[in-house]
């Protein structure tokens, strides 16, 4: 629980106030029962007012025999986890870990295996927890890229309007979308993004303006430079 938590926390994600959790242990109890599936996870969620519930399992095994003729022995942690939105009990994300320590004794062994797997599994848990809530609408996206949109090939006012209205449509991932000049066929717009360059020019041609295609010609240092085909 503490490791899950200062992992947390080292990631500014805000996290329920334990405290607050203990406070009553015996209404603790009986909703813990209650998340043994995704619904009573999200219900449990709920009753301490977070956006996402993160549940799992953690299980620890020491090898049956020491290593060599050493005091040794190797502790295998495996840990899976899943995030859960507490709104309608969906999965966002899941991640399982195996990791093996070897240690002189069952305390310290089990113990360091456990940490050393949660930590592993929620490096992958936590960003894709966090791209899948902001896709769902559960968290405004971080606007930190700043990027230079010029597109040729766009020789008729349609294809610019087309090409000006999908990068205002996509609001999760663009903000501040300013068409800054256009001459002889050559738009150039200006944006914050959630996203960066590179995969702005993939999302472009994947979902392309109706009626157009989008080819990119360069990418480099926050510019991106591409043309538009068709029409």
């Known amino acids: 629980e503490s490791m899950g938590q200062q992992i947390?926390?080292?990631n500014h994600i805000p996290v329920v106030d334990q405290d607050m959790?203990?406070?009553?242990q015996a209404r603790q109890k009986k909703l813990l029962k209650m998340a043994n599936d995704d619904r009573g996870a999200a219900a449990v969620g709920l009753q301490f007012g977070a956006d996402i519930t993160v549940v799992g399992e953690a299980v620890v095994k020491p090898s049956a025999r020491?290593?060599?003729e050493s005091n040794l022995r190797n502790y295998q942690a495996v840990v899976t986890l899943r995030s859960i939105r507490t709104d309608n009990a969906a999965v966002l994300a899941s991640a399982s870990e195996t990791i093996s320590i070897i240690a002189l004794e069952d305390v310290t062994g089990s113990s360091k295996a456990l940490k050393k797997a949660a930590a592993k599994v929620m490096e992958t848990l936590?960003?894709?927890s966090v791209r899948?809530?902001?896709k769902a609408g559960g968290q405004p996206a971080k606007f930190e890229y700043r990027i230079m949109l010029t597109v040729g090939?766009?020789?008729q006012i349609w294809k610019v309007k087309a090409l000006r209205d999908r990068l205002r449509s996509d609001e999760r991932k663009l903000n501040n979308v300013v068409q800054r000049s256009y001459t002889a066929g050559v738009v150039v717009f200006e944006m914050d993004s959630a996203i960066p360059a590179e995969e702005l020019a993939e999302d472009l041609v994947i979902n392309a303006p109706e009626g157009l295609?989008?080819?990119v010609l360069s990418i480099e240092a926050g510019n991106v430079d591409m043309k538009a085909?068709?029409?």
């Open 66 to 68: 020491r290593i060599a």
């Open 8 to 10: 947390l926390s080292e």
């Open 132 to 134: 899948e809530w902001q």
């Open 213 to 215: 295609k989008m080819q």
């Open 126 to 128: 936590l960003p894709k």
């Open 153 to 155: 090939g766009t020789d």
């Open 21 to 24: 959790v203990r406070a009553d």
């Open 229 to 231: 085909l068709g029409g």
